[in-house]
């Protein structure tokens, strides 16, 4: 008994075998699937930066371990502004008891018992400064982060020979790699802001809500953070950081050692940009709700508004007339 192939089925059969064919090989097809899973990368990386940036500020709201929560502090700073221009010698204040010593309100007490420095509690103080750089400053580096993401996806996608998911896990790599040599350069900041934290508080300048008990160091810091505005190395940096197809082009570094040493030289330029903003935390109060939002929008403005140079400018100028008008105060 003969056994014959209907012509039909025998197109079927072919049909059937081509497709079997494509989707070993990876040909046309597996392009198409990779087309449209990197095509939601952008909305990946999205999420990981919003979800990022969300848990710090919530972290921050939570007092971030330091039992000291931004939205009491926002209330309790302007009352310890208010207790030093009213009393006489307050202007530099040591925080270790003297209006407790007069008689003072409880929350006098509290606003001026100073903690002890042990490895457990500068841990903590790290853990805050960091979690709070990467909630100021991570938004503003965001469409670098985004436009670094697409630039890394065109050659994956050439590379179709490995299969439709190794290109979307590489640029996962590369990615994430990029933000974390971005966020180590925060990181190398904060340690540093804890070492200063220290030495400041050891140096009776610093209060209990770590902010500056002397009128002279609130001037040096705003002085010195308006003159940084109007420096060409300020300039620079803002440049930098305000054009990220500019940076990409003229330091770009292939592979996941390359993004991550891309993530550092950015790091330093928004380091550079941003490093005596930041110290103004020292003068407004670390854990001050308002002064971390405004410092926030301050260097996402400067980033992203058209005039964001002529800002910073402005910014600085203003900078200087508060610092003078302060050090006048101090005498």
């Not at 040599?181 to 990181?187: E, K, P, Q, T, V």
């Not at 902010?211 to 002279?216: A, E, G, Q, V, Y």
């Amino acid at each position: 008994m003969a056994w014959r192939i209907n012509p039909c089925s025998r197109g079927k059969l072919g049909s059937m075998t081509g497709s079997l064919t494509k989707t070993k090989r990876y040909p046309v097809s597996s392009a198409r699937v990779l087309e449209v899973v990197l095509r939601r990368d952008r909305e990946v990386v999205t999420f990981v930066l919003v979800t990022v940036i969300a848990a710090c500020w919530l972290y921050l709201l939570a007092g971030a371990g330091t039992g000291m929560y931004p939205h009491e502090m926002a209330v309790l700073v302007p009352m310890q502004m208010n207790m030093e221009a009213s009393m006489p010698g307050t202007a530099s204040m040591s925080g270790h008891g003297t209006m407790a010593a007069s008689g003072q309100s409880s929350t006098g007490n509290m606003l001026i018992s100073l903690v002890t420095w042990t490895s457990g509690h500068a841990l903590v103080m790290f853990s805050m400064w960091w979690l709070m750089m990467i909630a100021m400053m991570l938004p503003s580096a965001a469409p670098m982060v985004l436009l670094h993401a697409t630039v890394t996806r065109k050659p994956l996608a050439r590379a179709d020979d490995a299969g439709p998911d190794a290109p979307p896990q590489r640029l996962r790599w590369t990615t994430t790699a990029f933000i974390a040599g971005y966020l180590a350069m925060w990181g190398a900041f904060s340690l540093v802001a804890v070492v200063a934290q220290w030495a400041l508080e050891r140096g009776e300048l610093l209060s209990a809500m770590m902010m500056s008990t002397s009128k002279l160091l609130g001037s040096g810091l705003l002085l010195a953070a308006g003159v940084w505005q109007l420096t060409p190395f300020k300039t620079v940096c803002l440049r930098h950081c305000r054009s990220p197809i500019s940076f990409l082009s003229t330091h770009w570094h292939p592979g996941v050692g390359g993004a991550f040493r891309m993530g550092i030289e950015h790091g330093v330029f928004c380091l550079g940009c941003c490093w005596f903003l930041m110290t103004l935390l020292f003068y407004g109060g670390v854990m001050n709700l308002i002064w971390i939002i405004g410092l926030a929008l301050l260097v996402l403005a400067e980033k992203a508004m058209p005039a964001g140079v002529a800002f910073g400018r402005v910014t600085g100028l203003l900078l200087i007339a508060l610092g003078v008008w302060l050090g006048f105060t101090a005498f």
